[in-house]
């Protein structure tokens, strides 16, 4: 089992950045993709990022070169650095574990972009 636990959500203008957390229970980075998702009211979920555990990174391309993904492995934790935000990335944001069977997520942070 893993657990999830996001972090860093928050309310924010245009234009602005956050920064989302997701600590991971254990250390699971050489052997699980790490993705981000985010669900808007109304709508499915969707990606925004994955990283396998090689380091390869899949965009969603409205967030490239705004969003980066990146992990520390000592602190079994996953980050989504988020610039330029616009209103339309508004949504829940979830992290998620996943291993051929394995499928994990964490509990969603909310990213409000408004003025």
């Known amino acids: 089992q893993v657990h999830l636990v996001e972090s860093g959500g928050g309310l924010v203008q245009p234009g602005g950045s956050l920064r989302l957390s997701c600590a991971a229970s254990?250390?699971?980075?050489?052997?699980?993709?790490m993705g981000w998702y985010r669900q808007a009211p109304g709508k499915q979920r969707e990606l925004v990022v994955r990283?396998?555990?090689?380091?390869?990174?899949n965009y969603a391309d409205s967030v490239k070169g705004r969003f980066t993904i990146s992990r520390d492995n000592a602190k079994n934790t996953v980050y989504l650095q988020m610039n330029s935000l616009k209103p339309e990335d508004t949504a829940v944001y979830y992290c998620?574990?996943?291993?051929?069977?394995?499928?994990?997520w964490g509990q969603g942070t909310q990213v409000t972009v408004s003025s």
């Open positions: 254990r250390s699971i980075f050489s052997i699980y993709t």
């Open positions: 998620n574990a996943y291993r051929g069977v394995y499928d994990y």
């Open positions: 990283l396998t555990s090689g380091g390869n990174t």
